[in-house]
C-alpha cells in the first residue's frame, strides 16, 4: 500500500474526543489488524495512558489483539533493530565528556581550568545540555560560552573515535533514511503529545513517516499555552498539512435554559477539595489510604488517582497499604527490586576500589558472604582485629601500608592477613578502559563472582578496544557503577490490576485520563513543579546560556506555508526546553489535572521532613495556592499543625475500619511488659534494664578489665552487652590519635625501667637515662615507619610526624616528672594484676580482673610486696587533675580514682605494708603520693558493689542514650530514651553504695 499524507486532527480535549475521533480510528483498524503484514502502532507518552486506552476498549468490548502500543522509549527501540548506527548510552557519554575535562584541568586559561574541574566531577549537566542542542539542531558554539568550548571540542573527538553519536543526530538521521526507506508499519496512531515532548519530535516523525496511514492527534492548548505549544502544533501541520479540528462539546439545549436542580432551587455540585498533613511519610500515607476508602465508597467513584511527584518512599508506603486493605490497585511506580549489582558486597568492592583504606576495606570484609574467599586460615573478626591493631600502630590509613606492616610482624596471624591483602586485585591508579576492564575481570574471577563478569561484558562489548585514552580510576568506578545497573521495578499482587479503579500513577503519567477523584500525594516544597536540576557552569553564565537559547528557539522557529499567524520550526530543528519553559508546561500538567477530576480532589503533605524531623516541612505552592483559592484563608504553621492533628483523628476514624480490631498478640503484650518495667522508678534494675534474671541459675562471671570496670560506674549497659551478650560497637577511628598517643606514650615510658630475671623491681635510673631511653623508643617508632614508607616510595606526612612530636614530647615530660621524684630507689612498670585467679580487694571482696600497673616505685629490692612501702603512678595523658581525699567517694563513683583504688587495695592484699597512690599528668604540679590505703579503706564498699554486679549480672543503666552534649558510648539503634530521673532513682535502689554524694552543682 502507498503512504498517504498524515491526518492531523486538533481536539479541544482527548477526554472529551473518544466518541467522534479516537474510537472510530480503532472500529476502522482493529478489524484487519492481526491480518496485515505490517505491524500497526498507538503512540502514547506513557504506560499510565497506554494502560487507560486498553481499559476503554476493553469497556467498549472491543480486543486490541495485534495492535502495539509503544511509548517513545520502546519505539526507539523499535527503532534500533534495523539501525546499524551504534547508540552510545548515556553512562559511555557521561565517561567519555569527563575524560575530555580533565584534559583541560591544566589549562593557564583560569576560566577554562575552572570549567573542565566542574565538568569532570558532574558531566550529565553538560552532557543534557548538549543532547537537547543536537535533538534542536544547533551546536553548541553558538551558545558563545568560550570556557567550555575547548572541553565540547575534545569531546567530540573522542565521540568520532568511538565512531559514537548523540541521540539527537541518530533520531535526525533515521527521520532522514525514514524519508527515502520503506515503510515499516501499516496504521500509526500517535496521541497525547504536546510542546512539553519536544525532544522526541524527530522520533515521532519518523514513526509517522514510516507508517502507511498515520493519524496524529493533539489536544488544543488551554488558555494558559505558551508559544512552545503552537509551534508544536504549527510545526505537525507542516508536516501533515492543516489539521482538521473538532468543535467543543456543548451540552444539548431543551425547553430551559436552566438545569432539573436550579429549577428546583439548588446549585450544581461542585468537586470538594480536602487536604491531608501527615506527621510524616507513614502517616501520611495512612491517611491516603483512608481518603481511598472514602472515595470508593462514593457511587460516583469511577476512577480514582493517586498522584505522585516521583517513584519513592511514600509511593510504595502507600501501595503497601492498599494491598493490606485488600484493595486491588495498579501501581505504576512500583518499587526497585536490587540485582546482583546492587547487592552490598558489591558496592563494598566498589568503595574499596575508589579508595583502598581499612574502613573501606572493613565494609567490603563483612559484606562478604564467604570470608573465606580472601584467607581461609583468618576469620572475620580476627582479620578485622589484626588490621585495627595494625593501624593503631602506625596512624596511616593505606592498605599497601597496612600490609607491609603485617608482613614484617613474627605472628603467623599477621602474615596471613598480609598474604591476603597482597592477593586481592586492585586498580590502577591510571589505565585504559580495556586495562581497567581486563584488571576488573580479574579481581572478579578472584572473588568468584562470575555473574558479575558475564554482565559487564555484555553491555561493554568491543568499543572499549577503540579507546585507547588513559584516565583515572574514579572515572572509571563511576562508570562501572552506572553500567552495571540490574535492579527492576516490581508491584505486589494487589497493585498488578492495570485496568483497577484506583490508580498509583505520576502526575505524566495521569496526563489526558478521566479520574473522578484524585489525591495528591506527598506533595511538599519542591515536589511539583520539580526543583531545576544542577547545571553545568556558574549562575551568570547559565544566565548567558538561557537568553542564548531564547534566541535559538526564535531562529528556530518561522512563518508556516499556511500564511500569517502558522508558525512552525525549521528543517532539522526543534525547540530547547530550558527550565523556564520546563516549569511552565509542570504547572500546565498539574492545572490540567486539577481541572479533570469532576467530584473530588486531596492535597496530601508531611509536616516534618524525614531527615530533619526538628524541622517543618512546608507545602509546596500548588498546594498552598489551592488551599488559599478554596478555604478563602492562609496556610499558616498553626493551620498545618491544626491539619495535621485533624488527620490524625480521620486515621482513627471508626466508621472507615475496614477490618475488626485484633486482640493484641503475645510478643506485643510482653514488649508493653517491658516497655512500664524499665519506667517503673519503684523498683531496682529487672531483667529489661540490662541485667540477668535473679532466679536463674545462668550466673557466667566474665573476667572484666580495668577500664571495663571504671565504665561500670559511667555507662553499665554498655559492658554488660559486652561481657554477657558479646555485643559491642566498633571502635571510632575517627580520630585515632588521642589512643594512639596514650599507648605510644605509656609503651615509652615503660621502657625507663629495665628488670631483670627473677626480679620484681628494678633500679630507679637517673633523669639522663630516663630522657635517653624515651627519645631511643620513640625514635624506633619513627624509623620504623619511615623504613616501611621507603619501601612503597611513599613520605611520612607532615601531620603524622606532628603528631608523633607532640606524644614524644608528653613522653619527656612525664618521664622528667618521674626523675623529680625522691626517696625512692626502686621501680617496676606495667606490672601484671588478676593474671594469677581472682584478686582480693577486701574480706569477702573479690573481682575478676586483669590490668596492668602502670608504674610502681619502692624504696628496697624485694621480689615480692611482703611489708613494702609502695607508691603506685597511673599515666594520664590528658589534663586529669590530681586526686583530693575530700571527695574520694564521688572519685571512685565516677570512676576517675577507681582504677588506682583497685590496684591499691589489690597490693595491700598481697602483704604491701603501706601503699599510696597517684595519678601523673600534665596538669599536676606537685610529683609526690596523692591517697594512701588509709583513705580507701572507709570506701570498701564502693569495690563490693561491684563485686555483687559482677557475681550476679545485674547492671541497670545510667545516662542518657544519645546525650545533646557531650561523648557517650553508642548503644543499638533501638535503644529507647528513659527519663534520667527515673534511672538515677533505678541505680539508687539497685547499687546503693555507687551513688554521688554531692550533685553536680554542688561541686561547680
Not at 518499587?335 to 568492592?349: L, N
Not at 576469620?379 to 614484617?408: G, Q, T
Not at 552495571?484 to 490490576?497: K, L, V
Not at 602502670?854 to 612501702?869: H, M
Amino acid at each position: 500500500m502507498e503512504q498517504s499524507r498524515p491526518v492531523l486532527l486538533v481536539v479541544p480535549s482527548l477526554r472529551e474526543a473518544w466518541d467522534d475521533v479516537i474510537a472510530p480510528w480503532f472500529d476502522q483498524v482493529l478489524p484487519e489488524t492481526w491480518k496485515r503484514a505490517l505491524p500497526s502502532l498507538v503512540v502514547v507518552p506513557t504506560r499510565g495512558q497506554a494502560n487507560d486506552l486498553k481499559a476503554r476498549l476493553i469497556a467498549k468490548g472491543s480486543s486490541h489483539l495485534g495492535l502495539h502500543f509503544v511509548t517513545p522509549a520502546s519505539l526507539g527501540a523499535l527503532l534500533a533493530r534495523d539501525d546499524a548506527t551504534l547508540r552510545a548510552k548515556p553512562e559511555h557519554l557521561r565517561l567519555l565528556l569527563a575524560i575530555a575535562a580533565s584534559k583541560m584541568e591544566d589549562r593557564p586559561n583560569e576560566p577554562e581550568a575552572l570549567a573542565a574541574k566542574a565538568v569532570a566531577r558532574a558531566p550529565a549537566p553538560l552532557l543534557r545540555a548538549l543532547d537537547r542542542l543536537e535533538t534542536a539542531g544547533w551546536k553548541f558554539e553558538e551558545l558563545a560560552l568560550p570556557s567550555f568550548a575547548p572541553i565540547v571540542q575534545h569531546f567530540n573527538e573522542l565521540l568520532k573515535k568511538c565512531h559514537f553519536v548523540l541521540p539527537g543526530e541518530t533520531d535526525r538521521r533515521r527521520l532522514q533514511q525514514a524519508m527515502r526507506g520503506e515503510r515499516k508499519f501499516s496504521h500509526v496512531l500517535v496521541i497525547g503529545f504536546d510542546g512539553a515532548h519536544w525532544p522526541q519530535w524527530f522520533l515521532l516523525r519518523t514513526a509517522v513517516e514510516l507508517a502507511e496511514r498515520a493519524t496524529v492527534v493533539l489536544e488544543e492548548p488551554g488558555g494558559n499555552f505558551s508559544d512552545v505549544d503552537l509551534c508544536w502544533i504549527g510545526s505537525w501541520e507542516e508536516v501533515c498539512g492543516e489539521a482538521q479540528r473538532t468543535p467543543k462539546s456543548v451540552q444539548a439545549l431543551g425547553d430551559s435554559f436552566f438545569s432539573e436542580t436550579e429549577m428546583r432551587g439548588g446549585t450544581e455540585a461542585a468537586k470538594h477539595f480536602d487536604f491531608l498533613v501527615g506527621t510524616n511519610l507513614s502517616e501520611q500515607s495512612e491517611a491516603i489510604a483512608q481518603q481511598c476508602v472514602r472515595y470508593l465508597m462514593d457511587e460516583k467513584c469511577t476512577r480514582l488517582g493517586v498522584i505522585f511527584p516521583s517513584c519513592g518512599a511514600l509511593s510504595r508506603l502507600v501501595a503497601d497499604s492498599l494491598a493490606r486493605l485488600d484493595i486491588p490497585h495498579n501501581d505504576g511506580l512500583g518499587h526497585i527490586v536490587p540485582g546482583i549489582f546492587e547487592s552490598v558486597e558489591w558496592q563494598a568492592w566498589l568503595e574499596l576500589q575508589r579508595a583502598p583504606r581499612l574502613n573501606s576495606f572493613l565494609r567490603f570484609l563483612n559484606a562478604l558472604s564467604n570470608p573465606a574467599v580472601l584467607s581461609p586460615t583468618l576469620s572475620r573478626s580476627a582479620f578485622e582485629k589484626i588490621l585495627r591493631e595494625s593501624y593503631s600502630e602506625v596512624l596511616l590509613d593505606d592498605l599497601e601500608i597496612l600490609r607491609e606492616f603485617c608482613a614484617a610482624r613474627t605472628d603467623k596471624k599477621f602474615q596471613s592477613a598480609a598474604e591476603a591483602l597482597r592477593a586481592l586485585p586492585f586498580l590502577p591508579p591510571l589505565g585504559t578502559l580495556a586495562q581497567f576492564l581486563e584488571q576488573t575481570h580479574a579481581a572478579l574471577a578472584y572473588l568468584g563472582w562470575k555473574q558479575h563478569a558475564l554482565e559487564i561484558a555484555s553491555v561493554t562489548r568491543d568499543w572499549p578496544q577503540r579507546f585507547d585514552t588513559e584516565f583515572p580510576r574514579a572515572f572509571f568506578l563511576r562508570w562501572l557503577e552506572e553500567t552495571a545497573a540490574t535492579f527492576g521495578a516490581a508491584r505486589s499482587a494487589a497493585g498488578d490490576h492495570a485496568y483497577a479503579r484506583v490508580q498509583l500513577l505520576t502526575v505524566t503519567q495521569t496526563q489526558n485520563q478521566d479520574c473522578s477523584h484524585l489525591i495528591f500525594a506527598g506533595w511538599n516544597e519542591s515536589a511539583w513543579p520539580p526543583p531545576t536540576g544542577a547545571e553545568f557552569a556558574r549562575a551568570e553564565e547559565i544566565h548567558v546560556f538561557n537568553r542564548n537559547v531564547q534566541q535559538l528557539n526564535k531562529r528556530a522557529a518561522r512563518q508556516g506555508s499556511q500564511g500569517e499567524g502558522h508558525t512552525s520550526v525549521r528543517e532539522n530543528h526543534s525547540l530547547y526546553l530550558g527550565p523556564s519553559e520546563q516549569r511552565a508546561i509542570a504547572l500546565r500538567q498539574f492545572d490540567a489535572l486539577l481541572e479533570s477530576a469532576s467530584e473530588g480532589v486531596t492535597l496530601a503533605a508531611s509536616l516534618v521532613q524525614e531527615d530533619a524531623p526538628e524541622r517543618l516541612w512546608n507545602p509546596s505552592e500548588c498546594f498552598t495556592q489551592l488551599y488559599l483559592t478554596t478555604r478563602r484563608e492562609p496556610l499558616t504553621q498553626a493551620t498545618l499543625k491544626h491539619l495535621q492533628r485533624a488527620t490524625a483523628q480521620f486515621i482513627n476514624d471508626p466508621r472507615l475500619l475496614t477490618r475488626e480490631s485484633e486482640p493484641p498478640r503475645t510478643d506485643v503484650q510482653q514488649t508493653l511488659i517491658a516497655f512500664n518495667a524499665r519506667r517503673d522508678a519503684s523498683k531496682p534494675a529487672s531483667e529489661y534494664d540490662f541485667a540477668l534474671r535473679t532466679n536463674q541459675s545462668y550466673r557466667p562471671m566474665p573476667t572484666l578489665s580495668v577500664s571495663d570496670l571504671e565504665r561500670m560506674v559511667s555507662s553499665p549497659a554498655i559492658v554488660w552487652m559486652k561481657r554477657y551478650l558479646g555485643v559491642e560497637a566498633p571502635d571510632d577511628t575517627a580520630n585515632p590519635w588521642a589512643t594512639t598517643s596514650g599507648k605510644w606514650v605509656h609503651r615509652w615510658l615503660a621502657s625507663i625501667s629495665e628488670t631483670k630475671d627473677g626480679k620484681l623491681f628494678a633500679a630507679f635510673p637517673s633523669s639522663t637515662i630516663i630522657d635517653e631511653r624515651v627519645r631511643v623508643s620513640a625514635d624506633e617508632r619513627r624509623a620504623a615507619l619511615q623504613q616501611l614508607c621507603d619501601s612503597l616510595g611513599r613520605v611520612v606526612p607532615d601531620w603524622w610526624n606532628s603528631g608523633w612530636l607532640n606524644a614524644r614530647f608528653l613522653a619527656r615530660h612525664l618521664g622528667g616528672k618521674i626523675a623529680s621524684a625522691k626517696g625512692w630507689t626502686r621501680m617496676a612498670t606495667e606490672l601484671p594484676i588478676g593474671r594469677d585467679g581472682a584478686v582480693k580487694i577486701a574480706d569477702g571482696v573479690e573481682l575478676q580482673l586483669r590490668g596492668q600497673i602502670d608504674l610502681v616505685l619502692a624504696q628496697n629490692d624485694s621480689s615480692d610486696f611482703t611489708g613494702r612501702k609502695i607508691w603506685i603512678v597511673d599515666y594520664k595523658t590528658g589534663s586529669t587533675k590530681e586526686l583530693k581525699s575530700s571527695d574520694l567517694h564521688d572519685s571512685l563513683v565516677k570512676g576517675t580514682a577507681l582504677q588506682l583504688g583497685l590496684y591499691s587495695l589489690a597490693t595491700r592484699e598481697l602483704g604491701a605494708a603501706e601503699v599510696s597512690a597517684s595519678i601523673l599528668s600534665l596538669a599536676v604540679k606537685h610529683v609526690g603520693p596523692q591517697l594512701s590505703i588509709v583513705d580507701l579503706a572507709p570506701h570498701t564498699d564502693v569495690f563490693a558493689d561491684l563485686a555483687e554486679m559482677q557475681r550476679t549480672g545485674i547492671f541497670g543503666m545510667k545516662g542518657e542514650v544519645r546525650p545533646a552534649f557531650g561523648y557517650s558510648a553508642p548503644y543499638p539503634l533501638a535503644t529507647l530514651q528513659i527519663d534520667n530521673d527515673i534511672l538515677e532513682d533505678k541505680w539508687a535502689l539497685t547499687h546503693p553504695a555507687l551513688v554521688l554524694e554531692k550533685e553536680e552543682w554542688e561541686i561547680w
